[in-house]
């Protein structure tokens, strides 16, 4: 069975939008609409580049697919359309490119948001069974989805909470109130968090006796709309919150340290009281989450480790972006396809489109790139691994696309962890305050040497704070944050061979595993996709040294 899996169709749910394609119950075909906008979270975009680069990846059109999904059914009075029916709504929003000619339109099938999120983050965790939890800013009537689910039965809703808990809308309220763009600098605000310490009280808590939420704030209700909502958090804080102001001037946001600190740790407690009250809820060993608000906490150890769930399963395609894959995966399950098995658990998120060598080379026909080609990647890699002991700054580009929060060298930035220095050179590259923390990538046989309490397969796709063993502070001062830990990402060599060998090979001029990791992009920005937009990323910025795409490492004609 092919399906196709959209979301972003809806005007209520039209950012983060993106299109995928399954066959039979593996992904062949997934992109993000803002990558190939080139606008942050294709505000008011429908995923209609998404959709065309998924099927021409897939070298098919809506004639072969069997079934389309839509992550998204407010202000939908039938799950599915078929017939003429599918056939107008397809018309009214997809350019007659992609119509014409059709004679068979599939069936739609709408699917909530937060059904299509448990299933992506389940169907991909590889377990049989498992409680669920998703935590989203607002779907079509909820903001927190607790669940369970096996191969065998539908996604059976515990618990919902609707707007007024919505812990998306108290983390924006928190961000505009130090004078942030939540969409924009929401990880900012928990960097800065790690400045400051937790001395603050917060109006929101989840009571685990009674399992609901608590706001001090009385006129929060269901009734009101997110806008109302956040006016009240911000004149709470106005009120309660050192500095007792908004600020408006950037400069003096370290001002907001502390109360930064305590609005992660208002989070933390309140996630932890979630899994927790799951647990007793579900009685399962497994737990998988889909979220907007954990990818954003940078101190997730305490539910991690706490053994709650003996297993557990965060999916990095923690936006909107992710309810593509799920709506499509929840169709072929009530279709029956995983009767039998379940999908396998993923074991990387590169469903991009590959672009061909001709056109790289066509590209990169310019008389000011001094390109070095190596038949042997082996020593491609030890020459990467050089420059990077002498402190040059290099971004590789792979030609593939990573889906969601997964950074694992594929449109990556990477530098020398062992200087200083690096702190602000990757921060002023990267258009930052200079004082922003710096993640990491360490290889998966050195982690326990390097880290303390790192749990390899819990986290086995996206970042996770952990804490640096004393011998080690001063061999890797540039990703050290103020409290001895920081962001680090997990590599193992199935994941990617060539940075993986560069960082072998680093390991063995250094004898230190670990490397700076940052997304290929400047802040406010999304991830670089195509050959020419890194070539014009690494044209404009003097801070990189070196680009490596392919079998080729490229430098500047200075």
């Not at 299109?19 to 429908?46: M, T």
């Not at 920081?486 to 940075?499: D, E, F, G």
């Not at 802040?523 to 990323?537: A, K, M, S, Y």
């Amino acid at each position: 069975m092919i399906v196709l899996g959209i979301t972003g169709f809806n005007e209520n749910c039209r950012y983060d939008s993106s299109a995928a394609i399954l066959k039979d119950g593996v992904v062949v075909a997934a992109f993000e609409q803002e990558k190939l906008s080139r606008r942050l979270h294709a505000k008011g975009e429908l995923p209609i580049d998404a959709i065309e680069y998924c099927l021409k990846k897939t070298d098919i059109n809506l004639q072969k697919i069997d079934a389309i999904a839509i992550g998204w059914k407010e202000d939908c009075d039938c799950k599915k359309l078929t017939g003429n029916d599918a056939k107008k709504f397809l018309i009214n929003f997809l350019p007659e490119s992609f119509t014409k000619d059709i004679e068979f339109f599939p069936p739609i099938y709408f699917v909530k948001h937060n059904i299509a999120n448990i299933a992506s983050a389940f169907f991909q965790s590889g377990f049989e069974e498992a409680a669920c939890l998703t935590i989203d800013g607002l779907d079509e009537t909820t903001s927190i989805t607790l669940a369970k689910t096996n191969k065998k039965k539908d996604i059976k809703i515990i618990k919902t909470f609707p707007i007024a808990s919505s812990l998306k809308i108290f983390l924006e309220s928190a961000c505009a109130y130090c004078g942030l763009n939540y969409e924009v600098s929401k990880t900012e605000f928990m960097d800065l968090a790690n400045f400051g310490n937790s001395n603050q009280h917060m109006p929101l808590s989840f009571m685990l006796k009674s399992g609901n939420f608590k706001n001090d704030i009385k006129e929060i209700n269901n009734s009101l709309n997110a806008k109302k909502i956040q006016e009240f958090y911000i004149n709470y804080f106005i009120k309660n919150n050192y500095p007792y102001q908004k600020n408006s001037d950037i400069k003096q946001l370290i001002c907001y340290s502390n109360f930064a600190k305590s609005i992660q740790n208002s989070l933390e407690d309140i996630i932890f009281n979630l899994i927790k009250f799951l647990k007793k809820k579900s009685k399962l060993k497994n737990l998988v989450i889909s979220d907007e608000v954990l990818a954003d906490l940078t101190n997730n150890s305490n539910y991690m480790q706490s053994k709650i769930f003996e297993n557990i399963f965060i999916n990095p395609i923690s936006n909107n972006t992710s309810s593509s894959i799920g709506a499509a995966l929840y169709v072929m399950h009530n279709h029956n396809c995983f009767k039998n098995n379940l999908p396998n658990r993923v074991k990387n998120f590169c469903y991009g489109i590959t672009y061909s060598s001709d056109i790289i080379n066509i590209i990169m026909n310019n008389p000011y790139y001094n390109i070095t080609h190596f038949t042997v990647r082996k020593k491609q890699a030890k020459r990467i691994a050089e420059l990077l002991l002498n402190n040059k700054i290099v971004v590789c580009y792979d030609n593939n696309t990573e889906f969601g929060l997964s950074s694992i060298g594929h449109r990556n930035i990477l530098a020398n962890p062992n200087k200083r220095e690096m702190l602000y050179k990757m921060n002023m590259l990267k258009n930052r305050n200079i004082w922003r923390p710096l993640s990491c990538l360490v290889l998966d046989k050195y982690c326990s040497e390097v880290f303390l309490d790192f749990n390899i397969e819990q986290l086995e796709f996206i970042p996770k704070v952990a804490k640096i063993k004393e011998k080690w502070l001063n061999k890797i001062p540039a990703i050290v944050y103020n409290d001895y830990k920081t962001k680090v990402q997990l590599l193992k060599q199935s994941q990617n061979p060539l940075l993986y060998n560069i960082m072998e090979e680093f390991y063995i001029l250094t004898g230190i595993p670990v490397l700076i990791n940052l997304p290929l992009n400047l802040e406010g920005q999304p991830v670089i996709e195509t050959p020419r937009d890194v070539l014009n990323f690494f044209e404009q910025n003097e801070k990189i040294d070196y680009l490596v795409i392919d079998e080729k490492i490229i430098s500047l004609n200075k």
